[in-house]
């Protein structure tokens, strides 16, 4: 499908939401914007300017660095959203993250945007969590309520690791999860093996040894003799049997870092989406977490398209992607403002 008449459905698509209300109008021109790289500023053209500025926010007396953006004007006081930035080095000042931020601004929300410092050099830690329950601390003492979560790629870990913390989980409406993971075992197969796997779904694709080096070097103290048989290993066969020779302290740690464990404590909604193509996280990662959340009786809806990832639009999704697209994300964009939200499953 061409360019031109891909993004033209999704005009047609938002006609009806501009009769239905502003929340299902602005879900629609969201997405022809973002999905067009700004090329169609839909959203842009009819909205006030943003504004960027510090959100005061701190955790152990540590000032913990947040961007906040707001429109210019607003006639009611936005709801909250803690925007979780994937591996980006320039941590809340990465380009491509300023400008979404300026985008869910617009679309009606006070965006926090933190630097979690262990997705700026792929070094992650439980600890990078303090980061997003800070933010989501400052939004509610700013406010901005109720507050909202959404995290791209790498940054689902400490999203979800935040929003399960017990201080804040009553705080938080909803989580949205776009390209994010559940098990750092199986993220490590991806990343050293190109292999994935889930319930009967699996495949293998070319490996990123730059994006390996990386890894090395960022978590230097982890690679032991059997930390290095690990990190060398490309076969997806014995990873298994590596995880498991690893020292107790790294095997608790890397339980410690997956989501999957600990949405248990998980009381907003949780919504994921997924590019089937996704170079970086397979989209299984997704399919692993609601299998997750459905055992720990969460609420979750997942949406699996095309790939999202730096393509021309013809080749991200179709036509019933977009709809899927679309719908998804209206749905987390209501709950998120459902103040009674996250109390459910509690």
């Given at each position: 499908m061409s360019r031109s008449l891909w993004l033209g459905l999704a005009l047609v698509l938002s006609l009806p939401a501009l009769v239905s209300g502003w929340t299902l109008a602005s879900s629609a021109l969201f997405l022809v914007e973002f999905l067009s790289e700004g090329r169609w500023r839909?959203?842009?053209?009819?909205?006030?300017?943003?504004?960027?500025?510090?959100?005061?926010?701190?955790?152990?007396?540590?000032?913990?660095?947040?961007?906040?953006?707001?429109?210019?004007?607003?006639?009611?006081?936005?709801?909250?959203?803690?925007?979780?930035?994937?591996?980006?080095?320039?941590?809340?000042?990465?380009?491509?993250?300023r400008e979404a931020a300026a985008l869910l601004a617009r679309g009606g929300w006070a965006v926090a945007v933190p630097t979690v410092e262990g997705l700026t050099v792929l070094r992650l830690r439980?600890?990078?969590?303090?980061?997003?329950?800070?933010?989501?601390?400052?939004?509610?003492?700013?406010?901005?309520?109720?507050?909202?979560?959404?995290?791209?790629?790498?940054?689902?870990?400490?999203?979800?690791?935040?929003?399960?913390?017990?201080?804040?989980?009553?705080?938080?409406?909803?989580?949205?999860?776009?390209?994010?993971?559940?098990?750092?075992?199986?993220?490590?197969?991806?990343?050293?093996?190109?292999?994935?796997?889930?319930?009967?779904?699996?495949?293998?694709?070319?490996?990123?040894?730059?994006?390996?080096?990386?890894?090395a070097r960022a978590n230097a103290e982890l690679v032991d003799a059997a930390g290095r048989r690990l990190v060398d290993n490309r076969d997806p066969q014995v990873l298994d049997r590596l995880v498991a020779e690893l020292p107790p302290d790294a095997?608790?740690?890397?339980?410690?870092?997956?989501?999957?464990?600990?949405?248990?404590?998980?009381?907003?909604?949780?919504?994921?989406?997924?590019?089937?193509?996704?170079?970086?996280?397979?989209?299984?990662e997704s399919l692993r977490l609601e299998r997750a959340a459905r055992a720990a009786g969460r609420q979750v809806r997942t949406v699996i398209v095309g790939s999202l990832a730096h393509v021309e639009p013809e080749h991200r999704a179709?036509?019933?992607?977009?709809?899927?697209?679309?719908?998804?994300?209206?749905?987390?964009?209501?709950?998120?403002?459902?103040?009674?939200s996250a109390g459910r499953g509690s």
């Open positions: 839909a959203l842009s053209a009819i909205t006030p300017e943003v504004s960027v500025r510090t959100l005061p926010a701190s955790a152990g007396g540590h000032v913990i660095p947040v961007d906040l953006y707001t429109r210019v004007s607003s006639f009611s006081r936005p709801r909250g959203l803690v925007l979780v930035h994937g591996l980006a080095q320039r941590g809340k000042d990465d380009p491509r993250l439980p600890d990078d969590a303090v980061a997003v329950t800070a933010a989501v601390r400052g939004l509610e003492h700013a406010g901005y309520r109720p507050v909202a979560i959404l995290a791209v790629s790498l940054g689902a870990g400490p999203a979800l690791l935040a929003a399960a913390d017990p201080s804040v989980a009553a705080s938080v409406s909803a989580v949205l999860a776009l390209g994010g993971y559940a098990s750092v075992v199986e993220l490590l197969r991806y990343t050293l093996t190109g292999a994935y796997r889930f319930d009967g779904i699996g495949g293998r694709r070319p490996l990123n040894e730059p994006a390996i080096a990386q890894f095997r608790q740690l890397l339980a410690a870092l997956s989501p999957e464990n600990h949405l248990g404590r998980l009381r907003a909604p949780l919504f994921l989406i997924h590019g089937r193509d996704d170079p970086a996280v397979p989209f299984t179709g036509p019933f992607d977009l709809v899927k697209l679309w719908a998804g994300f209206y749905a987390f964009r209501v709950e998120s403002a459902n103040l009674t």
